[in-house]
């Protein structure tokens, strides 16, 4: 059996080596390497339920801008949310956000399934539409439980409480002095915040916020806990 570690995959996170530090596994998903868990604990299911980070930065995204681009990707079988800073779950478990009237984010599902961002990047875009190439500008971390809000009320002047921030609700703001992007989509009954920001700041980010979450016991947790929270009703 081959032992997947970051240095034999074609692409690999900012984030590998604080993985590595903390003893991560690492699994495949699709053409992704990602951190299946950590250590040899069963306990992250159950406290990604109360505070989580994940890293997702290697699964699939993308992005297009221009007046046309929410008109041509509708043409693509991308259902479009209605207003800016709302995302909307697609039928094949992606997720579009729309960041203004002409700037659409796409990403993969948390199986990493790349199909609806393949299908897009493999299409020569309309007039009006230009490409954002997502996967090399940015970041995509994700941050579990019922803690969140609280733990984000310390890096971020946004009001993240379930009762304010609402499921499908994006918003363009700073956390922990990085300009990010913030999308609600749940997992299940488990809160979910998911963050795109400069990739180059990423390492930063993820002290950050372990740090902020250390006062609630939270954890990094790896995608097996994540797909347990995607699986409860």
């Known amino acids: 059996m081959i032992e997947l570690t970051p240095d034999k995959a074609l692409r690999r996170s900012p984030l590998y080596r604080r993985h590595l530090q903390l ?31 994940a890293d997702l930065s290697c699964l699939p995204r993308t992005g297009f801008k221009g007046p046309g681009a929410p008109d041509w990707a509708a043409t693509q079988g991308v259902e479009i949310p209605s207003a800016p800073n709302t995302a909307l779950a697609q039928a094949d478990g992606s997720m579009v956000a729309k960041l ?88 299940g009954t488990t809160p979910c915040f998911h963050i795109f920001s400069d990739i180059a700041s990423t390492e930063f980010l993820w002290d950050c916020l372990l740090d902020a979450m250390e006062e609630h016991q939270g954890v990094a947790i790896g995608v097996a806990a994540i797909r347990s929270l995607d699986a409860t009703e």
């Open 100 to 187: 203004s009237h002409q700037e659409l984010l796409i990403v993969s599902g948390m199986q990493g399934d790349s199909g609806l961002v393949d299908s897009l990047n493999q299409q020569i875009p309309g007039t009006g539409v230009y490409s954002l190439p997502r996967a090399d500008s940015h970041s995509w971390l994700a941050v579990t439980g019922l803690l969140a809000a609280e733990m984000f009320s310390k890096i971020c002047a946004i009001d993240l409480r379930t009762h304010k921030f609402a499921q499908g609700q994006v918003a363009q703001t700073s956390i922990a002095k990085i300009n990010g992007i913030i999308v609600r989509q749940d997992l």
């Open 23 to 53: 003893n991560a596994q690492f699994e495949q998903l699709g053409e992704a390497l990602v951190v299946g868990a950590y250590g040899d604990t069963g306990m992250e299911p159950r406290l990604a339920i109360s505070l989580g980070l």
